[in-house]
Each structure stands twice: as structure tokens, then as C-alpha cells.
């Protein structure tokens, strides 16, 4: 019997659903079942989901979990009728911070992600569409003006690193990937080595590769183990040879390897508070 | 004076800087000096950040304050030393659900997003994938295989909006751009209404539409207001008249955006927990 989880906000609810899945998962041992309900922006819409939240586990074992970032304090309210175990991330620590910084929450709802942030989108937007203008295959690529330029080989994760670099952070991310033609070539002359201090490799398990590239390319050679070790093994001397930071993706998350290559070249997110 | 705040974590940070932020937001009148330090993955690399927090605000006239999420105990006892107000959010709510849990945390670092998530990781690359893949003028766009096909004028954020759908909801989502040619034809004769249960619409205010497209063209009769207040209300028209779901995306995050389509048609995340 899985355990019934709701993740409840006045917002998107992104927060509260990456934060209390944070918590569940370390209890590796149990299974849960997780529900996200945005937009409820009135005490009335919350006590609607409360409703149906005591509907829906009228015949659990276990009352449900909810998880939630109310700002105003009468929806809270709303929620003891839910039959729940409540755990409001807002009502926990808002009267510590007011406490602590001497002054009043202003109510507001969605203050998080609000108008007052145009500058961050438009950073963010213009780091996503240089990601795109700068990818793979991208003639002209601007490497000049880029914050990094991630090297790879096809199908290592260099793409969606970069996208969520820039939708993330705002950082601008390039890419270069890197080929069998570019491997079997003088390595010193490879163009993109002109901006060293921008570049980071990923890597990525051979035997890995190969299922990736399966999937595209069912057959070929490109898609062959023999093809993706060579490949993978070259590519790994090649950062090394030339002292490239590096990241290993095969068991990390989009979010893990664009942390890792902010935190390795003392990159700062261009978009902070 | 701004207040210096730090977000710590054993692992990418990300969400508890997600938190963080979220909870300092609602003091709009305050303004915060923030930093992200992530992989403070040893009880030692733990106590040198408290040092060095203890340090940068020796001279201030606050205390700094820390957010934190370390799965580790002894981790969390080391920033005592740090001299800051430390919110930890697995401190305050692990106690709490081991008991309503009938189970004891496994204190590993980074579950949260770990190698058990492979099938979420395949779901949301491929996502990423047919975001771009079918994205303005991908020839060919694969309508039939989308879970949302976007519409709205060049610029009014289908792109980003796409992508995050797949980078954060593994939803596949296509989009159309309707350019000037579709708006002066029959209507009827749009190919993308044969989707007509997947299609959510995006608009824009005129000036801001004109501002973004200036610095695109610069003094282009595509980015002239004129042209974009008719492209604007044309769409709208078409919008209303197809009775196809839309937001303004003007004074919203790409969060928001995302939010509010799954939202809209009640369509779940393909990665859950």
C-alpha cells in the first residue's frame, strides 16, 4: 500500500514538490504515491482539495502526507480538515525569519517567480536561445561569447546540459561535439582548444552509449560497442591530455552535471535574488 | 546593508536554494546578498564553509543566515560554529515523518535526484528531444506523438516553454508559430486545429512583443509595433474563436507558463516519484 502524497501550493508548486520529494527520498524503503495541485490561490479553493484530499484516502490505512507553501495563513487553516499530516514549509520558518529580520511577510502569492524578475527572464531566454544557436551542428558558433563550452562525444548529455544551463542560471553554454574525425586528427589543432579556459568535457559508460545510440540508430556503426569504447576511451584521453575538468554522466541527473560545471569553475547563476 | 544568506546542501543545492528563495521573497521590502555552495558532501568540507561564513561576515551588523538540507547529522552540527541563524529543511521534517512513517531515514546524500531515476532521466531527454525536434520550423513536426502543441506569434516564448515542459515534466510538446500568412487565410484551413484536445495558446503584450523583437530585427516592419499589435489581436481572435486555452505569457516565468498548461488540461508530470 503506497502512501498517499500531496504537494498543495498557491503557485506552481515546483518548489514544494522538489522539496518534499527531497525529504521522502530518504526513505528509500517505502513507496509513495504523489500528486501535485497548483493555483490554489484562495482559502476557499483549499478547502476544496482538502475535501477531496479526506475523499480520496477514505479507505487508506495511513493518513495522507501533505506538503505545502501556503503564504496565507487562513488556507493553512483550510487544511486541518484535510484529515492530513500538514507539513507547511512557509508556516514553519516565516515567524523565525520575521523574528529574525525584524519585519512582516508581505501576503502576497507567487512572489517568487513574479513581474519584478523581467530582467532574470530575459537573461534566462536569451541563455536558452544561445544554447540553441550554439549547439550541435550550429554554424558559426560563438564560442567567444560563451561562459563554457561543454566538449563530448554524440549523445554524452552535452544538449540538455547546456539548455538547462541557460534556463536555470543564464549561463551561456556551447557546445562542441566532439567527433571520430576530430579524434583521429593532430589534437593540437583542434579550434575549439583556443578557449581552454571555458572548457568542460563530459564522459559517459561506453555500454551506456551504445543504448542511447541504439535507440537512434539501430545498427549502425555508430551505434556499435566496439565504435562507442573507442570513441569514449580517446575522448577521456583527450581531457586529460589537455587537463579539461570532466564529469562522468552516466549516473547523474541534468541538474547534477550542470551543477557540478557551475560549482568546478567558480561560475556564479547569472540569475540570483 | 543587505543580509547575507547562504544556501548549503551535500548535493546540487538546487532545491533548497528553490526554498530559500521562496521563503526570503515574502520580505520584499529586504534585500539579501545570496550564495548557492553545493557538494558539502563530508562533516569536513561542511565545517571549512562554516569557517569561511564565520569570516566574510565578521564585520556585518547581522548575522548571516544559512539555508540548509544535509541528510548527515553530524554535517548539520558543524554549522554551528558558522556564527549564522541555520534553517535546515531535513532537520525540521525528517523527526516528524520517521514517526508518522514507522521508518528510519537512509542517510545518503543525494537521493533526490539519483541513479534509481534512469527512467525518469531517459523520459525527460527524449522529452527534450522532441521539444527540439518539433520546435518553429522543424520540418515535419510530430503533431500526432505531442502531449501539448503550442501556439502563438514569432517570440511570444513557445520555445523555452517547450523545452521546460520536457526538461522538468519529461511532456513531449511541439509547437506552432503562426506567422502573418496563416492569420490572412481561412482559418478552417490551419492544419495544426486537426489537434484540436492538444492545443494551448500563447500571447503577449504588443510592447513587450515589440521590445523583444527590436533586438532581434531591429527596425524591422516585423518587430515595428504596428505589425505586432495586429499579430497580437489576430491571434486572440483565433484564440477565442477556436475556443483553444490560452495565458498571457507577459508577465509570467517560464515555471508559470509550464505550470499552468499541465494545469489547464490536467495533464500529469511523466516523471513522478
Redo the contacts between chains.
Keep these: 500500500m503506497k502512501?498517499r502524497?500531496f504537494f498543495l501550493s498557491d503557485?506552481?508548486?515546483?518548489?514544494?514538490e522538489?522539496?518534499g520529494?527531497?525529504?521522502?527520498?530518504?526513505?528509500?524503503?517505502?513507496?509513495?504515491?504523489?500528486?501535485?495541485w497548483?493555483?490554489l490561490d484562495s482559502p476557499d479553493k483549499v478547502s476544496a482539495a482538502a475535501a477531496r484530499i479526506k475523499q480520496l484516502s477514505a479507505g487508506d490505512q495511513a493518513r495522507p502526507?501533505v506538503f505545502s507553501?501556503f503564504?496565507d495563513s487562513d488556507s493553512r487553516k483550510r487544511l486541518d480538515d484535510s484529515g492530513a499530516?500538514v507539513?507547511d514549509?512557509?508556516a514553519?520558518?516565516?515567524g523565525?525569519?520575521e523574528q529574525?529580520?525584524h519585519?512582516g511577510?508581505?501576503?502576497?502569492t507567487?512572489?517568487?517567480?513574479?513581474?519584478g524578475?523581467r530582467e532574470h527572464?530575459d537573461a534566462?531566454?536569451r541563455a536558452?536561445?544561445f544554447a540553441?544557436a550554439n549547439d550541435d551542428g550550429g554554424a558559426g558558433r560563438d564560442y567567444a561569447a560563451a561562459d563554457r563550452v561543454l566538449l563530448g562525444v554524440s549523445r554524452s548529455?552535452k544538449?540538455?546540459t547546456c539548455?538547462?544551463l541557460g534556463?536555470?542560471f543564464g549561463i551561456l553554454a556551447a557546445n562542441y561535439p566532439i567527433t571520430d574525425d576530430d579524434l583521429q586528427r593532430d589534437w593540437n589543432q583542434l579550434p575549439v582548444l583556443d578557449f581552454r579556459d571555458k572548457l568542460f568535457g563530459l564522459t559517459i559508460n561506453p555500454v551506456q552509449l551504445q543504448r542511447i545510440r541504439q535507440e537512434r540508430r539501430p545498427g549502425s556503426v555508430y551505434a556499435s560497442l566496439p565504435q562507442c569504447r573507442h570513441e569514449v576511451a580517446e575522448t577521456e584521453a583527450l581531457f586529460q591530455r589537455f587537463r579539461i575538468p570532466y564529469a562522468d554522466t552516466t549516473?547523474?541527473?541534468?541538474?547534477?552535471i550542470a551543477?557540478?560545471i557551475?560549482?568546478q569553475g567558480g561560475l556564479?547563476?547569472r540569475v540570483?535574488?
Design positions: 502512501r502524497v503557485h506552481t508548486g515546483l518548489t514544494v522538489a522539496m520529494r527531497a525529504l521522502l527520498s530518504q526513505f528509500e524503503q517505502l513507496e509513495f504515491q504523489a500528486r501535485r497548483p493555483f502526507l507553501s503564504v499530516l507539513l514549509f512557509f514553519s520558518y516565516t523565525v525569519l529574525e529580520l519585519a511577510v508581505c501576503a502576497t507567487g512572489m517568487q517567480h513574479g513581474i524578475q527572464y534566462r531566454i536558452v536561445n540553441l548529455g544538449t540538455p539548455l538547462y534556463m536555470q549516473a547523474m541527473s541534468v541538474e547534477e551543477a557540478s557551475l560549482h556564479e547563476s540570483g535574488c
